[in-house]
């Protein structure tokens, strides 16, 4: 079975750095692209980032509200997904889930979620 | 940027047939997709490149994208339908979701 679990959230200062891991097992991590998306309290989803697979080229692409204070990183010997965010703000506070993303005929679909790991930018 | 436009809710009786749209400059030239999230509850895939359902999603799960806007109907809806749903696409690499529409089986 797919599982994804994430760790690392937690309360930080804002100007402060976060740093979220995702575990993957039941499937073949290192060929994945894999995403992290974040959703605020009561609000929506929203894409970060992605890193694709090391055959692909291992090349990350992040959202524009992100990107610069966003690192997504990957260790397959591992099988784990990272994400390095820095300078905080309150607004980076949300559930974060990693996702693997699906790419097929030039698109990408979400599949399994994580359980998520909750950040709360907050002094 | 790119934007994608969902209703924020949308109300639907029992065993009758909901629609949930997702608007977006020639989305029927993208493939969408579709997540179901109930409260407390991670994200679930139910919809992907415009209508395949991924296994253990109910036939009565359905979509079709045209257009500028890709639609999601679910027959003979539940109670346990009754979640927030959101819709997804890919623009120049980024991704992007719908705001989300709660969905109220009453």
């Known amino acids: 079975e797919v599982h994804l679990v994430e760790s690392g959230g937690g309360l930080i200062k804002p100007g402060g750095s976060l740093r979220l891991s995702c575990a993957a097992s039941g499937f073949t991590f290192s060929n994945a692209w894999m995403s992290w998306v974040r959703q605020a309290p009561g609000k929506g989803l929203e894409w970060v980032g992605r890193?694709?697979?090391?055959?692909?080229?291992?090349?990350?692409d992040y959202a524009a509200p992100v990107k610069g204070r966003v690192t997504i990183s990957r260790d397959d010997s591992k099988n784990t997904l990272y994400l390095q965010m820095n300078s905080l703000k309150t607004e980076d506070t949300a559930v974060y889930y990693c996702t693997r993303e699906v790419y097929s005929y030039g698109a990408g679909w979400f599949d399994p979620w994580g359980q998520g790991t909750l950040a709360i930018v907050s002094s | 940027s790119y934007e994608l436009t969902q209703p924020p809710s949308v109300s639907v009786s029992p065993r009758q047939t909901a629609s949930i749209t997702c608007s977006g400059d020639?989305?029927?030239?993208?493939?969408a997709s579709w997540y179901q999230q109930k409260p407390g509850q991670s994200p679930v895939l139910v919809i992907y490149q415009d209508t395949k359902r991924p296994s253990g999603i109910p036939e009565r799960f359905s979509a079709s994208n045209s257009g500028n806007t890709a639609t999601l109907t679910i027959s003979g809806t539940q109670a346990m339908d009754e979640a927030d749903y959101y819709c997804?696409?890919?623009?120049?690499?980024?991704?992007?979701f719908g705001g989300g529409t709660k969905l109220t089986v009453l």
């Open positions: 890193i694709n697979s090391k055959l692909d080229g291992g090349t990350t």
């Open positions: 997804q696409a890919w623009d120049s690499s980024t991704v992007v």
């Open positions: 020639k989305l029927g030239n993208k493939y």
